[in-house]
């Protein structure tokens, strides 16, 4: 039992192999990448392995503090370098092979001319809250 | 309204319900009936015989069950002219639920869950708040997992090993929110181990109660990670440290040695120790050694390789550790736990920023950054 995110780029990635922009596919193309996406997720509640997942904004906010009394820098000098995240997942599965089997059948997910995406997803697991009592041998 | 005592009953209810002939699946739905009826009624009315009376009540919710489904009336029938029988003694049927709730056809998570609801008598939402997760999502893993064994035949004992590694895996989840998963494992072994005669079951019950019995000790109030020679034993739990040697002392008594007694053993010569310095490191070497002729797991080995380290000197843990594989989970800390006893501060600190990188937890990994930042602290010198 453990949990990872899954996570959609939209830049930061490598492209995609049937890499063709969503505004030139067709509205049926589109429909069938969004039900894809939903039915993955309702089968991932049925079979206990669905923690949560969201869409995002393509843009957003680069913020950082500026000193005392002064408002917080947004953005800056880095517009064409920063990544930016389309959407995520969170699985709660009994492996590791597990998380990337269900990445490769979230990639498959189709694109334009109905034929898969092959989208590259980011698969990274979380960070335990406690650690397992049995290792306090450890240093 | 006694909590406590509605979750101990749950277990021997729907073994009850399932030897009368109920499908397991279907038991377990209605003794949840029969619970949530309990904590109406009994307030005002208590039960002179709590089990009776929810042996009853399921009884009654089940056959109401099996009647509304039409498609069942021939097996309603068969069991509506059966006389029901009066509570059966108890014991052997919750046995039998650790052994459905734990079967090999369900998946690690899956057996858990099942062993929480069904043995443990937790709701569902309690489950899924320990481990994190919407409720839909565990009520889905628990019904898959109650449809894997509903055909599962309920008159043979199944492997024990299978059901300790279901409660090891318990424990092992800590607690999080207002389940203490660690105290639900030692109150199920506990349980377990009163209604079977096996060493290894007292094993596995020693060892959970000596690893608890440091709990308190082994963080800090921020929960940073105390490492075991600087845990202060003085808030070290000595009565359940007792409790766990008696048990332990009588299972190894008994001449039939498994994994978990000999873990409980090291765990036992840490316990025993006053002081971190007179740790019986050869003793535990040697546990050690019987540890990886039972299992042959690499983690035993690398544990192997720190208590060589204590016993002869780093240099020979070292050597040790040498002929293991390097991409074994927290290998990389051993080895900078071992380069620093010996002397190697920049090795070591190199190797526990490294360690860091690749821990699998929070607690951890700030432990072991913190080690390196540490010795480089020191290398540069007084602090500016």
């Given at each position: 039992m453990a949990k990872y995110l899954l996570l959609k780029h939209y830049?930061?990635?490598?492209?995609?192999?049937?890499?063709?922009?969503?505004?030139?596919?067709?509205p049926e193309e589109i429909s069938a990448h969004i039900q894809y996406m939903r039915d993955f997720a309702e089968r991932l509640e049925k079979t206990g392995e669905y923690v949560d997942g969201q869409a995002l904004a393509p843009e957003g906010s680069w913020v950082r503090y500026d000193g005392e009394g002064r408002p917080p820098v947004t953005d800056g000098p880095f517009a064409e370098t920063k990544d930016l995240i389309a959407g995520w997942m969170v699985i709660d599965v009994d492996s590791h092979e597990r998380a990337v089997e269900l990445a490769g059948e979230l990639s498959a997910a189709p694109g334009a001319g109905g034929e898969p995406i092959h989208e590259w997803l980011e698969v990274r697991p979380f960070l335990t809250a406690a650690p397992s009592t049995t290792d306090e041998c450890h240093p | 309204m006694d909590e406590a005592l509605l979750r101990s009953l749950t277990p021997s209810v729907i073994g009850v319900l399932v030897r009368r002939g109920a499908d397991f699946a279907a038991a377990e739905d209605a003794v949840q009936d029969a619970l949530v009826e309990a904590v109406r009624v009994w307030p005002a009315d208590p039960p002179r015989d709590a089990k009776g009376w929810l042996v009853t009540a399921a009884w009654r919710k089940f056959l109401d069950a099996t009647r509304s489904d039409t498609a069942r009336r021939r097996r309603e029938d068969l069991v509506d002219e059966e006389p029901a029988p009066g509570?059966?003694?108890g014991v052997d049927d919750t046995l039998q639920l650790y052994f459905l709730c734990s079967?090999?056809?369900?998946t690690a998570s899956s057996a858990v869950a099942l062993t929480l609801r069904a043995?443990?008598?937790?709701?569902t939402r309690q489950i899924a708040r320990a481990y994190l997760v919407p409720e839909a999502t565990m009520a889905q893993r628990i019904s898959r997992a109650k449809r894997t064994v509903s055909?599962?035949?309920?008159d043979r004992p199944g492997d024990v090993a299978t059901v300790l590694r279901v409660l090891y895996l318990v424990f092992n989840e800590g607690y999080s929110g207002d389940i203490d998963l660690a105290a639900e494992a030692i109150r199920l072994t506990r349980r377990l181990s009163a209604s079977i005669d096996h060493p290894e079951v007292a094993g596995l019950l020693a060892l959970m109660l000596l690893h608890h019995a440091r709990r308190s000790a082994?963080?800090?109030?921020?929960?940073s990670l105390v490492p075991l020679a600087e845990q202060?034993?003085?808030?070290?739990?000595t009565t359940m440290i007792a409790e766990g040697v008696v048990i332990l002392q009588t299972a190894l008594s008994r001449d039939r040695l498994g994994e978990f007694q000999a873990q409980a053993a090291i765990a036992a010569l840490h316990a025993d120790a006053p002081t971190a310095e007179e740790t019986d490191w050869v003793q535990i070497v040697e546990w050690y050694d019987e540890l990886a002729l039972l299992t042959d797991s690499p983690v035993v080995r690398l544990n192997r390789a720190v208590a060589v380290g204590q016993a002869d000197g780093p240099r020979a843990g070292l050597a040790a550790l040498a002929?293991?594989?390097?991409?074994?989970?927290r290998h990389t800390a051993v080895a900078a736990y071992l380069h620093e006893r010996d002397g190697d501060l920049p090795t070591a600190a190199r190797l526990y920023a490294e360690a860091a990188r690749k821990a699998p937890n929070l607690a951890e990994r700030d432990h072991l950054t913190r080690q390196a930042a540490r010795l480089n602290a020191d290398r540069r010198g007084p602090a500016r």
């Open positions: 830049r930061g990635a490598p492209a995609a192999v049937n890499d063709v922009p969503m505004d030139q596919w067709t | 509570p059966a003694p079967h090999p056809s369900l043995v443990g008598g937790l709701t055909g599962v035949r309920f082994r963080t800090t109030p921020d929960g202060d034993r003085g808030r070290w739990d002929a293991l594989d390097d991409s074994l989970p």
